[in-house]
């Protein structure tokens, strides 16, 4: 069994060769920003995790984020039924990914999945709200590794089969996550205005994984990040509520909303609206 | 029309659904220009990373995958010992509403519910308006509801006046009448019930 956060403390002096290697490979003032790049990933990027409304409202009343396998924890005592056939129901023909994965590695059930964030939303395609770490969260940072993308891709070989290579060889431990994403973008950066470089380090399809054992809950959040658009499609709805009786789904997300709004206005929670 | 539900966020009546070949998302309050279309190897994403279940269920139409994502939301939250109220007060609404959002509503109500002459909605919104904290908090958003609520009254008056108008006039084809063709019109709507059809059958 692997020990994901040995592997990315071994390859600590890995990461910094390899950050040097490109870095003496490249014109003297590219090289300077993509330092400069790498020194702004140390200082300015957190983890990021992305959720759904009701997450939000969970942290609002004393809960905690829940990874697949607490969820499945928790359908076992709610239906009696067992944790692995939830969890088998929820992911069907994706199951095995999932579990090969996670089960390849010690605690790998405890896992956490998050994504370097540079101040953008992550990624909220079906879980719109951007709930930022703090920086002094009390996860482990020995607890942490950082992957060069989503573990579930890059990890896993065209026939489907369970390929590790990349974590062994571009792992990243926290003290070494900046030269693993200045290594990964060295030859972005100089393309880039310094405006872009949030979506150098997370944007929709690309981003740096975050894999880390444990709570997240309000205490470790800093913010919460939602996009313009979809905080307007919430209020929308919550305008609809004078005009017709809402379905019982909106309903549910109005009363959600609401009770995050709360949260805000009583300084329990940050929510910062992006454009 | 075959409506593949592909994979679903049950607590909050969101689905990932395929219709010809597109994958979309639905989502509350399910507007039909509001059904993104998403990336084939986003379903993948939605279920490994974010928590959405892999489905096989089909539906008939949209609706009916509507309702079922509804359903959802409520069985889903009442497993978790959490009720959905049968209604929202809009004062609970106002009450949470920083500035903008209030006079984005206000705006609304002024441009576009009044004068399309939804007294009743407009009505709702200002009371609960002048019942929440918003009004207090933001004293302008209180004032400018009270004129609204005159303008809507004024407005709701003026409505009722011109339908009572036009009740009390005999309006009632005024031209078959100028062209004496009322009877032939009273026995082609005569006819046209008995066959239970517009058209008449080919001869």
């Known amino acids: 069994m692997l020990d994901l956060f040995a592997i990315a403390r071994g390859n600590a002096n890995a990461v910094h060769a390899a950050f040097e290697s490109v870095i003496a490979s490249m014109p003297p003032e590219q090289a300077a920003l993509v330092r400069e790049f790498a020194a702004w990933v140390e200082t300015e990027t957190l983890i990021s995790i992305n959720v759904k409304l009701l997450v939000i409202v969970e942290f609002l009343n004393g809960g905690r984020y829940q990874n697949t396998y607490e969820w499945a924890q928790e359908q076992s005592r709610l239906s009696g039924r067992s944790a692995e056939d939830a969890l088998r129901e929820?992911?069907?023909?994706?199951?095995?990914?999932?579990v090969t994965f996670d089960r390849a590695f010690k605690d790998g059930e405890q896992f956490r999945y998050g994504a370097l964030n540079g101040g953008g939303v992550g990624l909220p395609e079906y879980?719109?709200?951007?709930?930022?770490?703090a920086r002094n969260s009390p996860i482990s940072l020995g607890d942490i590794a950082y992957l060069p993308g989503d573990s579930l891709k890059i990890c896993f070989a065209a026939d489907g089969s369970f390929d590790p290579t990349v974590i062994e060889s571009r792992t990243a431990p926290h003290t070494h996550r900046h030269l693993m994403a200045a290594n990964e973008r060295a030859i972005e950066v100089p393309?880039?205005?310094?405006?872009?470089?949030?979506d150098l380090v997370a944007s929709s399809g690309r981003f740096f994984e975050v894999v880390f054992i444990g709570d997240v809950s309000l205490e470790t959040v800093e913010c919460v990040r939602v996009l313009k658009t979809e905080y307007h499609r919430m209020w929308d709805m919550a305008f609809a509520n004078f005009g017709r009786k809402l379905r019982d789904a909106e309903r549910a997300l109005v009363q959600d909303f609401v009770q995050m709004r709360r949260g805000v206005i009583d300084g329990r929670i940050q929510v910062e609206v992006v454009s | 029309m075959k409506v593949k539900l592909e994979a679903f966020s049950p607590a909050e009546g969101i689905g990932i659904i395929r219709v010809y070949h597109k994958l979309r998302l639905i989502r509350p309050p399910y507007l039909s220009q509001d059904t993104p279309v998403l990336a084939e190897e986003a379903l993948e994403d939605a279920i490994l990373r974010h928590g959405f279940s892999a489905s096989t269920e089909q539906?008939?139409?949209?609706?009916?995958?509507?309702?079922?994502?509804?359903?959802?939301?409520?069985?889903?939250?009442?497993?978790?010992?959490?009720?959905?109220?049968?209604?929202?007060?809009?004062?609970?609404?106002?009450?949470?509403?920083?500035?903008?959002?209030?006079?984005?509503?206000?705006?609304?109500?002024?441009?576009?519910?009044?004068?399309?002459?939804?007294?009743?909605?407009?009505?709702?919104?200002?009371?609960?308006?002048?019942?929440?904290?918003?009004?207090?908090?933001?004293?302008?958003?209180?004032?400018?509801?009270?004129?609204?609520l005159q303008r809507n009254t004024s407005a709701r008056k003026q409505s009722d006046a011109r339908v009572s108008e036009l009740a009390n006039r005999d309006i009632?084809?005024?031209?078959?009448?100028?062209?004496?063709?009322?009877?032939?019109?009273?026995?082609?709507?005569?006819?046209?019930?008995?066959?239970?059809?517009?058209?008449?059958?080919a001869s």
């Open chain 1, 90 to 98: 929820r992911l069907q023909e994706h199951y095995e990914k999932r």
């Open chain 1, 127 to 133: 879980a719109p709200y951007c709930v930022v770490l």
């Open chain 1, 191 to 198: 393309l880039a205005n310094k405006q872009e470089w949030p």
């Open chain 2, 59 to 148: 539906f008939g139409s949209w609706e009916d995958a509507i309702t079922f994502l509804n359903q959802q939301a409520v069985d889903v939250r009442r497993s978790l010992g959490q009720t959905i109220p049968e209604s929202i007060m809009g004062k609970d609404i106002l009450d949470v509403a920083p500035l903008d959002i209030l006079n984005n509503f206000l705006d609304r109500i002024e441009r576009e519910i009044i004068p399309q002459r939804l007294f009743d909605q407009a009505e709702e919104f200002l009371l609960s308006l002048l019942a929440s904290s918003a009004s207090t908090r933001h004293p302008e958003t209180g004032s400018r509801a009270v004129r609204l």
């Open chain 2, 172 to 201: 009632r084809f005024p031209s078959l009448e100028r062209h004496g063709e009322l009877e032939e019109s009273v026995r082609l709507a005569e006819l046209i019930r008995v066959r239970g059809c517009v058209f008449a059958p």
